[in-house]
């Protein structure tokens, strides 16, 4: 399984595609697809069937499709669009931004 260095709840900017421009967090990634969950971003229709057993209804639902991680960046808080690296800091890896050298929060 490839390592990312994209992380849940990040904050990223589509780089590509007709969402290009926006700024959102992530909700989910996929690291065997090399991709993406974004929040409002490449949102897609999805027929969805009533359930007798539970009490949802049928229709039409939106929700996003994954996007592969080429196509978006990390924002880091000081510098915006950054490059990020890793580097040891003691026992740990971190991930730090090739621009201000800041390091970033890593999921636990």
């Known amino acids: 399984m490839p390592s990312l260095m994209i992380h849940r709840n990040d904050t990223v900017k589509v780089l590509t595609g007709a969402d290009r421009g926006k700024t959102q967090r992530v909700l989910r990634v996929i690291p065997d697809k090399s991709a993406?969950?974004?929040?409002?971003?490449?949102?897609?229709?999805?027929?969805?069937?009533?359930k007798t057993g539970q009490n949802t209804r049928g229709g039409i639902a939106e929700q996003e499709s994954p996007i592969h991680v080429s196509?978006?960046?990390?924002?880091?808080?000081?510098?915006?669009?950054?490059?990020?690296?890793?580097?040891?800091?003691?026992?740990?890896?971190?991930?730090?931004?090739?621009?201000?050298?800041?390091?970033?929060?890593?999921?636990?």
Do not use: F, W
């Open 71 to 108: 196509n978006v960046a990390l924002v880091c808080p000081n510098c915006g669009i950054a490059r990020v690296a890793m580097k040891k800091d003691g026992a740990m890896r971190v991930r730090y931004c090739k621009k201000c050298g800041q390091t970033l929060p890593t999921k636990k």
């Open 36 to 50: 993406v969950l974004v929040e409002h971003v490449r949102v897609v229709k999805k027929t969805v069937s009533s």
